[in-house]
């Protein structure tokens, strides 16, 4: 069985790519060929997420076992789970997490299953249109604040800090209620 897969992001508006690959292929060869195609690089944490008919996920499928999982939740990991295993109907969706630190994803959702087609393993892509967003968001770095000169002339100084300095005397250690 052959599936055809559309991807969008919900950043970039004119942004979509869709695939076809088959049910037999790993979820792992759709991570690396949805990497090749958005030029986008491999990093730890990237993973699909099964969702329901209102994007809510039901099940992940991970790049490698993280070992910070539930006891009661199944693991699954992209290169030991065939797409098959999850994808049989029309209008399954599924999401990407492309960007692992800032947890920016694509939706997929199953467009179209097909027998007798063959397709390369690894997939193929059939249509894109539009750019990826970048893969990771870098934020500015904040920028030093411009040192200004100390324009404090002397006769400021003088009147602000007085001319005679600091006088003990002046300070009532009784009102502190400081112990020895």
């Not at 939706?107 to 059939?126: A, M």
């Not at 324009?151 to 003088?158: A, G, K, P, T």
């Amino acid at each position: 069985m052959t599936l055809r897969l559309t991807l969008i992001s919900q950043e970039e508006e004119d942004f979509i790519q869709e695939f076809k690959i088959d049910a037999d292929a790993s979820f792992l060869d759709l991570h690396r060929l949805i990497l090749r195609h958005c030029g986008y690089e491999e990093l730890p944490g990237q993973r699909f997420f099964i969702c329901d008919d209102n994007w809510h996920p039901t099940q992940r499928i991970l790049l490698a076992d993280e070992g910070n999982v539930d006891i009661d939740e199944d693991v699954y990991l992209m290169k030991e789970t065939d797409l098959g295993e999850f994808l049989e109907d029309e209008g399954q969706r599924l999401a990407y997490r492309f960007d692992p630190v800032n947890r920016r994803m694509f939706l997929l959702e199953l467009t179209e299953t097909t027998f007798g087609e063959k397709v390369p393993e690894t997939g193929i892509l059939t249509r894109s249109h539009g750019n990826a967003p970048l893969q990771l968001v870098v934020e500015d770095e904040p920028q030093p604040a411009a040192t200004t000169p100390n324009i404090v002339s002397e006769e400021l100084e003088e009147e602000f800090y007085g001319e005679d300095g600091f006088d003990e005397e002046d300070l009532d250690m009784e009102g502190f209620d400081i112990l020895d």
